[in-house]
Nanobody, 125 residues
Framework: QVQLVESGGDLVQTGGSLRLSCVAS????????MGWYRQAPGKQRELVALITDRGRTDYADFVKGRFTISRENAKNTVYLHMDTLKPEDTAVYYC???????????????????WGRGTQVTVSS
């Protein structure tokens, strides 16, 4: 019913920049929080950045000042602009969104968490 599709992952050198994009499609009635998580090999998935439907942002300490999250509500899209990339930023980056689906039968909205399949970011030293 709902899909999140990421794009923009690539291989870059230390100090380089990338912009990740994620588009939500399907039976989207509303999108609440959107964000990005990442998972490096052998490590747990961790929060990178979140943005509310009103544009309030929250960042992990390790990306503050280097990464910027933004969204275009009209396009159901969230972005992650990454600057000054470091080798330790190498990971699979996953898009997250809390999305509401409208059910006509009950005239209600059901909010659920959705995840993309991930996009690989590799930073070479």
């Amino acid at each position: 019913q709902v899909q999140l599709v990421e794009s923009g992952g690539d291989l870059v050198q230390t100090g380089g920049s990338l912009r990740l994009s994620c588009v939500a499609s399907g039976s989207v009635y509303r999108i609440n929080d959107m964000g990005w998580y990442r998972q490096a090999p052998g490590k747990q998935r961790e929060l990178v950045a979140l943005i509310t439907d009103r544009g309030r942002t929250d960042y992990a300490d390790f990306v503050k000042g280097r990464f910027t999250i933004s969204r275009e509500n009209a396009k159901n899209t969230v972005y992650l602009h990454m600057d000054t990339l470091k080798p330790e930023d190498t990971a699979v980056y996953y898009c997250y969104a809390n999305i509401g689906i409208y059910y006509y039968g009950s005239a209600s909205v059901d909010d659920q968490d959705y995840w993309g399949r991930g996009t690989q970011v590799t930073v070479s030293s």
